[in-house]
């Protein structure tokens, strides 16, 4: 692996991208998909249920395969590429993030609502303790100042994270917020910063780019946009734009569209776009993965998933929160019959 890399790139399509096709992914396609984006020479691949270790449930969605198979498929192939899981402390327990150690997991991201880092403080110093390297994780940083995101991140330093990361879960930011983030960030805390962006709005590259020029340096993208939303920063094009730019990911941009054209585009239901829906969840600031529950409940109830979203967004529901989506489009369906 070249160590020549200004930017250390984690792909999350194995992970953030489960959402997408409602947490379906088969063993063979996690070896195909990891093998190749280790060829890719990818540093780091995220797998796990794309609300992290344990989200296999009725709330957020049940796994096709168990997650613990799909991290040792994705670890047997991955080479020199690290694999990482995502942890949500209350899905989440300290056992399946020494299982996915067990198993050769190397990073452990541990994923806390924008305002609640210090529920990350044992999961991250247990992390430690399994030699894995740690990112702290802030989701919905648009519900935050930026004050707030820097008190937070600092907990989460203080903690043991290697690294804080921005989280643009509702792909809500607009670049220059994202500065404003990753400025404070950098100006506050001594590890590496990070940033994770959703293309709901089309601007994950741009806010993606803003972020690398105030010195974030770890990314993380979604080949072919496999992600939640519209998907995340796509991974392929990132590599393709920084290499323009002179700054290096030691990605191989050639095996990355093969990849993304021949492996990674049939596994799509639908091929990622930006849909009236996920428009609505960057312009309302809603979580990205609540859009195919609100598409569910949306045909459920016979009423538009754009009025369950704005309606979300209104009431500032976070992850976790999933089973408010059903109660607000029954209350919609229920309004409209008055
Ligand atoms: C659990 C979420 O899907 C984590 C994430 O990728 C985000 O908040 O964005
Ligand atoms: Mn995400």
Known sequence: MTDNRDILITEVALRDGSHAIAHQYTVDQVLNVAKALSDANVPYIEVSHGDGLAGSSLQYGLSKTDEMKLIEAAVSVAGESKIAVLLLPGIGTLHELKEAANLGAKMARIATHVTEADVSAQHIAYAKELGMETVGFLMMSHMAPVDKI?????????????????????????????????????????????????????????????????????????????????????????????????????????????????????????????????????????????????????????????????????????????????DVAAEIAKARMK
């Open 150 to 326: 820097v008190e937070q991140a600092k907990l989460m330093e203080s903690y043991g994270a290697d690294t804080v990361y921005t989280v643009d879960s509702a792909g809500y930011l607009l670049p220059d917020q994202v500065r404003e983030r990753i400025r404070a960030l950098k100006q506050s805390v001594g590890v590496n910063v990070g940033f994770h962006g959703h293309n709901n709005l089309s601007l994950a590259m741009a806010n993606t780019l803003a972020a690398i020029d105030e010195g974030a340096n770890r990314i993380d993208g979604s080949v072919r946009c496999l992600g939640a939303g519209a998907g995340n920063t796509q991974t392929e094009v990132l590599i393709a734009v920084l290499e323009r730019m002179g700054i290096q990911t030691g990605v191989d941009l050639y095996k990355m569209m093969d990849l993304a054209e021949e492996i990674v585009a049939p596994i799509l239901h639908v091929p990622q776009e930006i849909t009236r829906d996920s428009l609505t969840l960057g312009y309302a600031g809603v979580y990205s993965s609540f859009a195919l529950h609100a598409k569910r409940a949306a045909e459920k109830f016979n009423v538009d998933s754009r009025d369950i979203l704005i309606e979300l967004g209104k009431r500032k529901v976070v992850g976790g929160q999933e089973d408010m989506i059903v």
